[in-house]
């Protein structure tokens, strides 16, 4: 699609979004539209129809947040008025902030440096954001290059809320990451100051420490023995616990089973 075509695009967003939004168990055709409907947004020259999508955004949490991560993709092929638009919504709507800061943080090596340094100073300012922007960059850190990772880093003491975002993902990402991205990360973790950080770490942890090796979950309890230290593993090992006993229930009903069969 380009400006040369037709509406047809935008008439089948409108359309399929003009009555009322489907219902929230139809996600997979809410976030086809806002997927569609963020990408179209550099051809979008009425201010009038990204309006209309911004008023969509506030109806539905589902759209909000993936219209904001597609936005937050086709971000730097947008005009000026159009960005300064995007970003005075942050205030208004927390699930379309955190979507699109998602979407810059996961695109964020594609933008140039000014609107890499607008938006760590637009996460300071808005909470929602900063967590997706923190979220976005940890899908896509072990791309980094080692300047852009060190700056991000660096950013995470100075700002909670992407610190907390950013923490949090990177701890979702954390068996994925080579060791010494992971060696980044822990050193990043025994600095006690940045509690937003430790925080969001811990959160993240709860879904991703069943899938470390044993030497690294022990290289992670030995940190969180540390004094001073707020990375917590109780709730990780609570998890792993709970699925345990679980899969031996359903060892023991499938034995049962077989005995009576």
Do not use: C
């Not at 991205?181 to 420490?209: A, M, P």
């Amino acid at each position: 699609y380009n400006e040369d075509t037709n509406d047809l695009p935008w008439e089948m967003i409108r359309a399929s979004l003009s009555s009322s939004l489907p219902k929230q168990s139809d996600l997979e055709f809410i976030r086809g539209a806002a997927i569609g409907a963020g990408r179209l947004l550099p051809y979008l020259d009425d201010q009038q129809k990204i309006n209309m999508l911004l008023n969509y955004a506030n109806k539905d949490i589902h759209f909000a947040r993936t219209f904001g991560f597609s936005a937050g993709h086709a971000f730097s092929y947008l005009s000026t008025s159009k960005q300064e638009l995007l970003y005075s919504f942050l205030t208004e709507n927390s699930n379309f902030a955190y979507g699109f800061g998602d979407g810059l943080g996961h695109s964020f090596s594609s933008l140039n440096i000014e609107i890499q340094d607008s938006a760590l100073r637009k996460a300071k300012m808005t909470e929602s954001f900063g967590i997706g922007l923190g979220m976005g960059l940890a899908k896509v850190f072990k791309f980094l290059d080692v300047i852009t990772r060190k700056g991000i880093l660096e950013n995470a003491s100075q700002n909670i809320s992407f610190s907390y975002g950013l923490g949090h993902g990177l701890a979702l990402n954390f068996p994925s990451l080579q060791e010494q991205l992971q060696n980044e990360v822990l050193k990043l973790l025994q600095d006690h100051s940045i509690v937003s950080f430790s925080d969001g770490f811990s959160k993240g942890l709860n879904q991703s420490f069943e899938y470390l090796s044993k030497h690294q979950q022990e290289k992670l309890v030995q940190l969180s023995q540390q004094d001073n230290s707020r990375l917590s593993i109780t709730e990780s090992f609570d998890n792993i616990q709970k699925k345990g006993a679980h899969k031996n229930n359903n060892d023991n009903d499938d034995n049962n089973n077989m005995n009576i069969g």
